[in-house]
């Protein structure tokens, strides 16, 4: 079945340096593929998201960048603060209304 | 707040009883969903529902039923669970169904013994 792969599944970086998560796809279809942050105790919230027909998308300091002939879709974290400290998931779509998750990259900021 | 609202937010039940998670969405959106959380994996899509029709079932078994009485709140009624199905439930609605924001509601951790 399709699915999409997430690396790393934790990731350590210190305060100020930038993390970088990457995820693959199966679908060649999938034209939607969103990011999410979770919090402890929270459900997830989508960060950012890019469209098939776009490559790179910027919000201040994250930007994704998507690559269709390989199918791989990456999040970047710059300036990290201790509030990036969570888990991130990315997701791509399928058929009209489906989205299909990654395992998550759980992002520890050391002070 | 995210404006999707869940409860219980922790529910202990044994595999004989029967149970109801709420969600309530207070977005104006037509389409719902019900996902299940487990540790280190992805999220599974388990129902989705727009404009109170369900239009997906993933394959899911008979002891989750999923009920949507208007396009506002959401259900899952659960009867007589196995231990494996302990997790995180989470709610979700989005503008419509299709590539969409989902906005989450923070969850209900089941714990079935």
């Known amino acids: 079945g399709e699915n999409v792969e997430q690396h790393p599944s934790t990731l350590s970086v210190q305060e100020g340096d930038s993390a970088v998560i990457k995820c693959t796809y199966s679908?060649?279809?999938?034209?939607?593929f969103p990011w999410y942050k979770q919090e402890l105790g929270k459900g997830p919230q989508l960060i950012i998201d890019?469209?098939?027909n776009v490559g790179e998308k910027k919000d201040q300091r994250i930007a994704v960048t998507l690559n269709k002939t390989a199918k791989h879709f990456s999040l970047h974290i710059t300036e990290t603060q201790p509030e990036d400290s969570a888990v991130y998931f990315c997701a791509a779509s399928i058929g009209n209304y489906q989205l299909i998750w990654g395992a998550g990259t759980k992002l520890i900021i050391k002070p | 707040e995210t404006g999707v609202t869940q409860t219980p937010r922790h529910l202990v039940m044994g595999m004989t009883n029967k149970k109801s998670l709420k969600c309530e969405q207070h977005?104006?959106?037509?389409?719902m969903y019900w996902y299940k959380q487990s540790a280190k994996k992805p999220l599974e899509l388990m129902f989705v529902?727009?404009?109170?029709?369900?239009?997906e079932n993933n394959s899911v078994p008979s002891r989750f039923s999923p009920e949507c009485p208007n396009s506002s709140h959401l259900f899952l009624h659960l009867h007589t669970l196995q231990p494996e199905d302990s997790a995180l439930y989470l709610c979700?609605?989005?503008?419509?169904?299709?590539?969409?924001?989902?906005?989450f509601g923070p969850g209900t951790r089941l714990t079935v013994t």
């Open positions: 977005l104006g959106h037509n389409a």
């Open positions: 679908d060649s279809a999938s034209n939607y």
């Open positions: 979700a609605s989005s503008q419509d169904q299709g590539p969409y924001e989902q906005y």
């Open positions: 529902y727009s404009l109170e029709e369900r239009v």
């Open positions: 890019i469209r098939s």
